[in-house]
């Protein structure tokens, strides 16, 4: 059984850093899309990254200040965020597939908050 779990959420200031973990387990990642997800409190989620060892694509709003990355040895995807904003504030989900209507599995989620 597929299944991811997200870790490193927590409450920073505008500006700081935060790494996310996404933990795979029942596959190898290596092959597949990770994408990760944000959901802010009254919004739709919305789509962040897609992740794969050739390319990672990144949504504006996050460009040039989120990175992804992995770690074939601990099977598990890294979402590196900097400069961040309190608009950045969500709960933050990997999945296997970067088209949310397609995804195969979700992670729990994690919460991030950005205080200003």
């Known amino acids: 059984e597929m299944q991811l779990v997200e870790s490193g959420g927590g409450l920073v200031q505008a500006g700081g850093s935060l790494r996310l973990s996404c933990a795979a387990s029942?596959?190898?990642?290596?092959?597949?899309?990770i994408g990760w997800f944000r959901q802010a409190p009254g919004k739709e989620r919305e789509w962040v990254a897609c992740?794969?060892?050739?390319?990672?694509d990144y949504a504006f709003s996050v460009k040039g200040r989120f990175a992804a990355s992995s770690n074939k040895a601990i099977n598990t995807i890294y979402l590196t965020m900097n400069s961040l904003k309190p608009e950045d504030t969500a709960v933050y989900y990997c999945?296997?597939?970067?088209?949310?209507?397609?995804?195969?599995?979700w992670g729990r989620g994690t919460q991030v908050t950005v205080s200003a």
């Open positions: 029942g596959f190898n990642y290596d092959g597949w899309a």
């Open positions: 992740f794969d060892e050739s390319n990672t």
């Open positions: 999945a296997v597939g970067c088209n949310s209507v397609a995804v195969l599995t």
